[in-house]
């Protein structure tokens, strides 16, 4: 009964390469969001759903492209895949938009290696 | 734009032995402040909030942080550590700009020797 689950949880790809991550979450919550933590630890938030509706979008290449079929899931599609792409990537949900007074739950991370 | 510092990479303390991971922030507004743990492998796990009132916040697993506005910190702290406190810990700040997203530090990694 997994809250936020990720998959795959190990990639490993070639420069160019098109691949997805999967994000679900069983919580029923209304917001979730795609952060990249590097080599060094260190984590920036990508995008932000609430209810399907793309709300954040930070300065990110646009070969990355959230979709979300459903509240549920948020899944992260990149194209054309860099070295630079190398990193782990988690997704997080929490049940306001407004989150302000209410922690994220995130999954258990998916690293991505491009060679 | 608001920023998150954690001057320590890394905090060593024994077993039993208080720990304080420092953390200090920037933020135009109200600051609404978190705590996260991430365990080797895993993903973050939130143990603790700031959005008002009383200054000392207690989390989870004992852990507590103290919001002090002047000093534009809030640093984490325990009254005696285990083990199995050892990870990376993040401080982060919400941003108050209507993006509504989470900043965090860069994170400081605790290591309690037995």
């Known amino acids: 009964d ?14 160019g390469n098109d691949k997805s991550i999967k994000c679900e979450q069983n919580l029923g919550h209304d917001t979730m969001y795609w952060y990249k ?13 609430n209810n399907k509706e793309l709300i954040i979008n930070e ?15 948020l899944n992260l599609h990149i194209n054309s895949l860099e070295l630079g792409d190398s990193a782990v990537y988690f997704c997080a949900s929490s049940p306001h938009r407004d989150f302000s007074t209410y922690e994220q739950y995130f999954g258990p991370g998916t690293r991505l290696t491009v060679t | 734009a608001q920023s998150v510092a954690q001057p320590e990479d890394q905090v060593n303390v024994a ?3 208080p720990l304080t ?8 507004g109200n600051p609404y402040l978190f705590w996260y743990v991430q365990y080797p492998n895993r993903g973050l796990q939130f143990l603790l909030k ?16 103290e919001f002090n506005k002047s000093q534009t910190s809030f640093h984490l702290k325990k009254p005696s550590a285990l083990v199995s406190d050892s990870a990376l810990y ?8 209507g993006r509504r997203a989470l900043t965090f530090g860069s ?8």
């Not at chain 1, 997994?2 to 790809?13: E, G, I």
């Not at chain 2, 991971?21 to 135009?28: A, H, R």
């Open chain 2, 90 to 97: 993040f401080c982060a700040v919400r941003d108050n700009t």
């Open chain 2, 50 to 65: 700031y959005i008002t009132g009383d200054n000392l916040v207690k989390g989870s697993y004992g852990f507590e942080a």
């Open chain 1, 59 to 73: 300065t990110v290449p646009n070969r990355f492209s959230p979709k979300s079929p459903d509240k549920a899931h």
């Open chain 2, 21 to 28: 991971v420092k953390c200090t922030y920037s933020v135009s």
């Open chain 1, 37 to 49: 933590q590097d080599s060094k630890k260190f984590l920036k938030i990508m995008f932000s759903y």
């Open chain 1, 2 to 15: 997994t809250a936020v689950s990720q998959t795959p949880k190990y990639l490993v790809t070639q420069m």
């Open chain 2, 15 to 17: 077993e039993g032995n």
């Open chain 2, 107 to 114: 994170g400081t990694r605790l290591q309690v020797q037995p």
